[in-house]
């Protein structure tokens, strides 16, 4: 583990502004870099004895690349959104509503717990693992909420 300390703050500055250069982001930057060490961190042991730098930059690298296609799948979504909702008459908007109101009363009747999750994974955009490690359980646990939730919702919808 010492070596990991050692490699970490000899290359931290490095990535930081590897992604930086390419996002032009601090926050995002910090967001990849932190999840760069992360991955190396827990594969570690299976790197030892390999050019662990250059798979760093790698890794940074490829998680800029996701941001990018992340960021222009939000775009297009986004965009179609609003297209969507310019063409909607005013009854069509109503309904909308109305639906999104009996969603969040569907949400309502889940257990605390699984209503929290779904929250901070759907509305709040939080990764899995974030409230995971929030809440002090596995993914697993998260992805079973979910999964509960999702098959809740499609049985009160679908009939």
């Known amino acids: 583990m010492d070596n990991f300390e050692t490699f970490f703050k000899n290359n931290y500055q490095k990535a930081m502004y590897v992604a ?23 594969n570690y042991a299976s790197l030892e004895g390999q ?3 250059s798979y760093l930059f790698k890794i940074v690298k490829n998680k800029c690349c996701d ?12 965009a179609n959104t609003l297209a969507s909702a310019e063409r909607l008459t005013e009854d069509e908007w109503m309904e909308h509503n109305e639906l999104v109101e009996l969603v969040r009363e569907a949400v309502h009747e ?13 509305v709040n ?17 998260i992805k079973k909420h979910i999964m509960r ?11």
């Open 110 to 122: 889940l257990p605390d717990r699984t209503q929290y999750v779904l929250q901070q994974c759907y």
């Open 149 to 159: 939730a999702l098959k809740f919702l499609r049985a009160r919808f679908n009939s």
């Open 51 to 53: 050019n662990i730098d």
């Open 125 to 141: 955009r939080m990764k899995y693992r974030e409230v995971a490690a929030e809440l002090d359980i596995s993914e697993t646990a």
């Open 67 to 78: 941001h990018f296609r992340r960021q222009e799948i939000h775009g297009k979504y986004a």
């Open 20 to 42: 930086l250069s390419i996002v032009k982001d601090n926050e995002v930057s910090r967001d990849i870099v932190a999840d760069s060490f992360e991955h190396i961190l827990n």
